[in-house]
């Protein structure tokens, strides 16, 4: 491969379980639910793979897990894909499409596609997460808004962190 694997997240239709595609090893978690705690109590999966499907939602809603696993904005045309389909997709475009994205300025990642934004970048994250400072010298904010930007804030700066290494990681990696 390309680079590192990737991380992705797949659908036991009939066993109606998660197994996550982990750096090249498969985990199942113990439930329906995508979180740092299904994360911790993760098993190996040892079923048989051609049951799998690449879930249409790579994203994770969960700011811990999500730093944990990079899940990938995949293309509509591999979502809902078998394993071995998405390996092969992932070795032969992976890398020319994760370049593509990132030369046009379009974050990868899931999480940023689950957030709401169109066209992030590492400097538009940094930048936001400046911002909500300046919110704390108007009185009509309650504490607990001051918490959610702040975390908010957090969060992005996270994603932010997680899109300069991967833009570093594709960008400078020499074939």
Same mark, same amino acid.
């Given at each position: 491969?390309? /680079?590192?694997?990737?991380?992705?997240? @797949?659908?036991?239709?009939? %066993? +109606?379980?998660?197994?996550?595609?982990? =750096?090249?090893g498969l985990w199942c /978690?113990? =439930?329906?639910?995508?979180?740092? *705690? $299904?994360? %911790?109590?993760? *098993?190996?999966?040892?079923?048989? $793979? +051609? $049951?799998?499907? /690449?879930?249409?939602?790579? !994203? &994770?809603?969960?700011? &811990?897990? !999500?730093?944990?696993?990079?899940? /990938?904005?995949?293309?509509?045309?591999? *979502?809902?894909?078998?394993?071995?389909? @998405?390996?092969?997709?992932?070795?032969?475009?992976? @890398?020319?499409?994760?370049?593509? =994205?990132?030369?046009?300025? %379009?974050?990868?990642?899931?999480?940023? %596609? !689950?957030?709401?934004?169109? =066209?992030?970048?590492?400097?538009? @994250? &940094?930048?936001? $997460?400046?911002?909500?400072?300046?919110?704390?010298?108007?009185?009509?904010?309650?504490?607990?808004?001051?918490?959610?930007?702040?975390?908010?804030?957090?969060?992005?700066d996270v994603f932010a962190?997680?899109l300069a290494e991967l833009?570093?990681?594709?960008?400078?990696?020499?074939?």
């Amino acid at each position: 491969m390309p /680079l590192r694997p990737i991380d992705a997240i @797949f659908v036991h239709p009939k %066993q +109606r379980l998660y197994v996550v595609y982990y =750096r090249g090893g498969l985990w199942c /978690l113990p =439930r329906m639910k995508i979180d740092d *705690r $299904s994360w %911790q109590n993760r *098993r190996p999966y040892v079923d048989d $793979s +051609r $049951s799998l499907y /690449l879930s249409i939602h790579q !994203a &994770i809603s969960d700011p &811990i897990l !999500a730093q944990k696993l990079r899940t /990938l904005d995949l293309p509509a045309a591999v *979502r809902g894909s078998t394993l071995s389909r @998405f390996e092969l997709w992932w070795e032969t475009h992976g @890398f020319k499409w994760l370049k593509d =994205r990132l030369t046009a300025g %379009q974050s990868p990642l899931a999480a940023h %596609q !689950a957030m709401g934004f169109e =066209r992030p970048t590492a400097n538009k @994250f &940094i930048d936001a $997460s400046v911002q909500p400072s300046n919110f704390n010298t108007n009185d009509s904010y309650s504490n607990k808004n001051d918490e959610s930007l702040e975390s908010s804030a957090i969060e992005k700066d996270v994603f932010a962190d997680m899109l300069a290494e991967l833009t570093d990681e594709v960008m400078d990696h020499k074939l």
